[in-house]
């Protein structure tokens, strides 16, 4: 089971770390990526970060933009984003699955799902 949290209200050029808790397996199995969607459209991948940490895959939308994290004692991974704007308005979900390369964007069917949590850049 996954579990977001932090999402909310944020002005434009502000910052926001969500986050993405796990429960029930072993949690440094997984790659865990972090995908987002608006009303009407598909889920788009945000970034990725491998099992130990060492790697991170970014979106070009998000590239020099934001930080993910993680802390397996934890069973936690963590997205900081910065500057930014009303267009990163969307439900923010993490995704976890067994395949190793965070260069992956799209989601695996047989991987889990967070109920997702929504950030609003607005002023």
């Known amino acids: 089971q996954l579990v977001e949290s932090g999402g909310g209200l944020v002005r434009p050029g502000g910052s926001l770390k969500i986050s993405c808790t796990g429960s029930g397996r072993p949690f440094g199995d997984y790659v865990i990526r972090w995908f987002r969607q608006t009303p009407g459209k598909e889920r788009t991948f945000v970034a990725a970060?491998?099992?130990?940490?060492?790697?991170?895959y970014y979106a070009d939308f998000m590239k020099g933009r934001a930080d993910i994290s993680r802390r397996n004692v934890e069973n936690t991974v963590w997205l900081e984003m910065n500057r930014l704007q009303s267009e990163d308005t969307a439900v923010y979900y993490c995704?976890?699955?067994?395949?190793?390369?965070?260069?992956?964007?799209?989601?695996?069917?047989?991987?889990?799902w967070g109920q997702g949590t929504q950030v609003t850049v607005s002023s």
């Open positions: 970060i491998s099992r130990n940490g060492a790697r991170t």
């Open positions: 995704h976890a699955d067994l395949r190793p390369d965070v260069a992956i964007v799209d989601a695996d069917p047989s991987g889990y």
